[in-house]
């Protein structure tokens, strides 16, 4: 059995490489929430032969782009969130169609929206008290 993950291997290294560059965008100026951040888990989760480097590479990239760009309040709940996108992707190792992806890349944008936005506890305690009044 090849290794099909190594670093000697044409298609890791491009995996890499554009997994990478997805990553930059987070570096680049942009509209606050217009990263390719969501995509490249997603990617990386329907194209990594190994499971674990799906998500290792994705939250290691989140990472190094936090160490440039500084560290938030509630990053471990972005780092979940990616992670689940990255498990929503290993669905598309088994099946890879037009309509899969659709309906991968709804569900992590979905997944995404209401994990970052219910993880945020006392953000959202405080709306809901704003609301009231």
């Known amino acids: 059995m090849a290794n099909t993950d190594s670093a000697l291997n044409p298609r890791f290294a491009t ?3 554009l997994v990478l560059a997805a990553a930059a965008t987070r570096l680049l100026p942009h509209p606050p929430n217009m990263t390719s951040v969501t995509a490249l888990a997603l990617f990386g989760g ?5 499971r674990w480097l799906a998500i290792a590479i994705t939250l290691l990239t989140l990472l190094a ?3 440039v ?3 938030y309040p509630h990053m471990e709940v972005q780092y979940v969130s990616f992670a689940l996108v990255v498990c929503i992707g290993f669905v598309l190792q088994r099946r890879r169609s037009v309509a899969a992806v659709a309906v991968a890349a709804l569900a992590s944008s979905l997944a995404f929206f209401v994990l970052t936005n219910l993880g945020y506890g006392p953000s959202v305690r405080c709306i809901r008290r704003r609301l009231r009044d």
């Open 15 to 17: 995996l890499v490489v």
């Open 46 to 50: 329907a194209y990594f032969s190994k």
């Open 65 to 67: 782009s936090d160490l």
């Open 69 to 71: 760009l500084g560290f």
